[in-house]
């Protein structure tokens, strides 16, 4: 009864006051919180800062509507509701766990338990009767929606369920309001949570639906296997694809209002072992018209970028993985150089976002419409500005060159892992070593990280082995960046924690690492005699162009992202 001696010590209960309540607690079965609140003798937010400090443990206010929903089903809803607890945020494998009763040892136990099946560790904290009830009010939120839809189904359907796969059948149930609804639910969901893409995969025994956030997946619910085939081939009559072609990948896009805004899909269907899987890219215009800044692109890298752009003619080429943001950093440039006096064509697969004042294409493989093809007609639309999606055989890189060398601008992409591998991937190609220098004008290889949310960022001091990692990548700058860079001692680095504001990840949005390849006279002699990616990259290092491990480094040291993240994209290990 610790908390009812601590307000009789406060003065807030008579002696009298206090033992009555003890018998009420003996009697009634309650707990002294229980019977606290129900006598209204003190506020909630009041008796539970009196309990954290009594119980010395952290008292957490968590906002409902922030936590991702993958994150609340970690713990089954019958233990919440037993045991008064709730996980609400997940830092790497450590579960945040909020408790009513974090003293009781039943519960105590029983999280012991849970973590130990599911190979979790945890952290608790205090939270109050009604942050809980909220929490659970919140985890029914995407699943009520989504049973009271199956249920619709169940009663309206019955036995046409059953024959779900039958192909005459499957677009008739597909336009019925139930699925209808489901579908409208998983849309807006990925679009209220910030979720980049929606990934609805069938298994063996359930239909798994995850989202992307921050460019990591997160689980967010499982149907039931039967609605598979409805599911599919409603989001195939919204995209304007074939619903009884399930053979074969197929690729389209369609737009929904949600929030009082315009939202394009893109959708990309693909056969796997137990059905179709569906891939939704969530393009939120806002995202294609970010300035540099934004993207992530300081010092040395913005100069070199902004000065290229200003260059009458010439090939800018981008480099990274699926993902990366290449296209978003391309779409940020041609943002810049849209003017009515330019005359921009593009020729793409696909089309990510439309740009009011630019001719873009979409190429059609199926058809013959290639990247090549495409780019061989935008050479007779009279273009001042050419974007081609991606260089990806030898006459669209041979193509690419001509227009760059007959006054063009040509932005467009390769895959390589990193800048300076673009001029050795070129030779490869067919194209001449003599007609590198003149033609390419910079290299933008990227990759994506998380930033650290502001509002709940900390102060840490890194272990041994990660400061050693830091001072290494420090010496190895070059010398213009480096007596730029100070070096706080003790070394303080900046950790995620999390937030409301940040679902309690500890993140907020990404940026892009960058490594930025300029042209120059010393690059162009050494491209014609011996054209080699190590003295390419030495050569590069001594103008002073930033690896992105360098790069993510600093980064590190202003508090925009994290240790962890930048190994994590560049592939390095400390």
Same mark, same amino acid.
């Given at each position: 009864?610790?908390l009812?001696?601590?307000?009789?010590?406060?003065g807030?209960?008579s002696?009298?006051?206090?033992?009555?309540l003890k018998?009420q607690v003996?009697?009634?079965?309650?707990?002294?919180e229980?019977?606290?609140?129900a006598k209204?003798?003190?506020?909630?937010?009041?008796?539970?800062?009196?309990?954290?400090?009594?119980?010395?443990?952290?008292?957490?206010?968590?906002d409902?509507?922030?936590?991702?929903?993958d994150?609340?089903?970690?713990?089954p809803?019958?233990?919440s509701?037993n045991y008064?607890?709730?996980?609400?945020a997940k830092v790497e494998?450590?579960?945040?766990?909020?408790?009513?009763y974090?003293?009781d040892?039943?519960?105590?136990?029983a999280?012991?338990f849970l973590?130990?099946?599911?190979?979790?560790?945890?952290?608790?904290?205090?939270?109050t009767p009604s942050?809980?009830?909220n929490?659970?009010k919140?985890?029914?939120?995407?699943?009520?929606e989504?049973k009271?839809a199956?249920?619709?189904?169940?009663?309206e359907k019955?036995?046409?369920?059953?024959?779900?796969g039958n192909?005459p059948?499957?677009?008739?149930i597909a336009?019925e309001?139930?699925?209808?609804?489901?579908?409208?639910?998983?849309?807006?969901?990925a679009v209220?949570?910030?979720?980049?893409?929606?990934?609805i995969?069938?298994?063996?025994?359930?239909l798994?639906i995850?989202?992307r956030?921050?460019?990591?997946l997160?689980?967010s619910l499982?149907?039931p296997?039967k609605v598979?085939?409805?599911?599919?081939?409603r989001i195939?009559?919204?995209?304007?694809l074939?619903?009884?072609?399930?053979?074969?990948p197929?690729?389209g896009?369609f737009?929904?209002?949600m929030?009082?805004?315009?939202?394009?899909?893109?959708v990309?269907?693909?056969?796997?072992?137990?059905?179709?899987?569906?891939e939704i890219?969530?393009?939120?215009?806002s995202t294609?018209?970010r300035?540099?800044?934004?993207?992530?692109?300081t010092?040395?890298n913005?100069?070199?970028?902004k000065?290229t752009?200003?260059?009458?003619?010439?090939m800018i080429?981008?480099?990274?993985?699926?993902?990366?943001?290449?296209? $978003?950093t391309?779409y940020?440039?041609?943002?810049i /150089?849209? &003017? #009515?006096?330019?005359? =921009?064509?593009?020729v +793409?697969?696909p089309?990510e976002?439309?740009?009011?004042?630019i001719?873009?294409s979409?190429?059609?493989?199926?058809?013959?419409? $290639?990247f090549?093809?495409g780019?061989?007609?935008? /050479?007779? &639309? #009279?273009?001042n500005? =050419?974007m081609?999606? +991606?260089i990806r055989?030898?006459?669209?890189?041979?193509?690419?060159v001509?227009?760059a060398?007959?006054g063009h601008?040509?932005?467009?992409?390769?895959?390589t892992?990193?800048?300076?591998?673009?001029?050795p991937r070129?030779?490869?190609m067919?194209?001449?070593p003599f007609?590198i220098?003149?033609?390419?004008?910079a290299?933008?290889?990227q990759?994506?990280?998380?930033?650290?949310?502001?509002?709940?960022?900390?102060k840490t001091?890194?272990v041994?082995k990660?400061?050693?990692y830091?001072?290494?990548r420090v010496?190895s700058?070059?010398?213009s960046?480096?007596?730029?860079?100070k070096?706080s001692?003790?070394?303080l680095i900046y950790?995620a924690?999390g937030c409301e504001?940040?679902?309690?990840?500890?993140?907020s949005?990404r940026?892009g690492?960058f490594?930025?390849l300029?042209?120059?006279d010393?690059?162009?002699?050494?491209?014609?005699?011996?054209?080699?990616?190590?003295?390419i990259?030495?050569?590069a290092?001594?103008q002073g162009?930033?690896t992105?491990e360098?790069?993510?480094i600093?980064?590190?040291?202003?508090?925009?992202?994290?240790?962890?993240e930048?190994?994590?994209?560049t592939a390095e290990?400390?």
């Amino acid at each position: 009864m610790k908390l009812l001696q601590e307000l009789f010590a406060q003065g807030i209960l008579s002696e009298e006051k206090m033992d009555d309540l003890k018998k009420q607690v003996e009697k009634t079965g309650k707990t002294e919180e229980e019977v606290i609140l129900a006598k209204n003798i003190v506020p909630e937010d009041f008796l539970f800062n009196l309990k954290s400090r009594v119980f010395n443990i952290s008292l957490k206010k968590v906002d409902a509507a922030e936590v991702p929903p993958d994150i609340l089903v970690l713990i089954p809803e019958e233990a919440s509701i037993n045991y008064k607890m709730a996980s609400f945020a997940k830092v790497e494998n450590s579960v945040q766990v909020g408790m009513v009763y974090p003293e009781d040892i039943a519960a105590q136990n029983a999280l012991r338990f849970l973590a130990s099946q599911e190979n979790f560790t945890y952290q608790v904290y205090l939270i109050t009767p009604s942050n809980l009830a909220n929490l659970l009010k919140q985890r029914k939120t995407i699943s009520a929606e989504t049973k009271k839809a199956l249920e619709e189904i169940e009663e309206e359907k019955g036995e046409i369920l059953e024959n779900l796969g039958n192909k005459p059948l499957t677009g008739a149930i597909a336009e019925e309001a139930p699925i209808i609804k489901m579908v409208l639910v998983i849309l807006r969901h990925a679009v209220e949570g910030n979720a980049s893409d929606i990934h609805i995969e069938p298994s063996r025994d359930k239909l798994n639906i995850r989202f992307r956030l921050n460019g990591i997946l997160h689980s967010s619910l499982s149907l039931p296997l039967k609605v598979h085939p409805a599911v599919v081939a409603r989001i195939k009559i919204l995209s304007g694809l074939k619903i009884d072609e399930n053979r074969v990948p197929q690729d389209g896009r369609f737009s929904e209002k949600m929030n009082n805004k315009d939202v394009d899909f893109r959708v990309s269907t693909f056969p796997t072992l137990y059905g179709e899987k569906v891939e939704i890219r969530v393009l939120d215009s806002s995202t294609g018209l970010r300035s540099f800044e934004e993207l992530g692109l300081t010092g040395r890298n913005l100069e070199v970028v902004k000065a290229t752009i200003k260059k009458p003619y010439g090939m800018i080429l981008f480099t990274g993985p699926t993902g990366s943001g290449k296209t $978003t950093t391309q779409y940020a440039i041609l943002r810049i /150089l849209n &003017q #009515d006096s330019v005359n =921009i064509v593009t020729v +793409e697969d696909p089309i990510e976002y439309s740009i009011a004042g630019i001719n873009q294409s979409q190429v059609k493989p199926e058809i013959g419409y $290639t990247f090549a093809r495409g780019l061989r007609q935008i /050479l007779r &639309q #009279d273009p001042n500005i =050419i974007m081609v999606g +991606e260089i990806r055989d030898e006459e669209t890189a041979s193509l690419a060159v001509n227009a760059a060398l007959t006054g063009h601008v040509v932005l467009s992409t390769l895959h390589t892992n990193s800048s300076v591998g673009v001029v050795p991937r070129l030779i490869d190609m067919g194209v001449r070593p003599f007609l590198i220098p003149s033609t390419l004008k910079a290299v933008i290889s990227q990759r994506l990280i998380r930033i650290l949310c502001p509002h709940c960022k900390i102060k840490t001091r890194p272990v041994e082995k990660m400061k050693d990692y830091i001072l290494e990548r420090v010496r190895s700058l070059p010398v213009s960046v480096k007596k730029e860079v100070k070096i706080s001692d003790p070394l303080l680095i900046y950790a995620a924690k999390g937030c409301e504001v940040c679902g309690f990840t500890g993140y907020s949005g990404r940026m892009g690492l960058f490594e930025v390849l300029s042209m120059s006279d010393e690059l162009a002699e050494l491209i014609q005699k011996n054209p080699l990616e190590s003295l390419i990259f030495k050569v590069a290092q001594k103008q002073g162009m930033l690896t992105m491990e360098q790069e993510g480094i600093l980064k590190v040291l202003k508090g925009e992202t994290t240790i962890e993240e930048v190994t994590r994209a560049t592939a390095e290990k400390y």
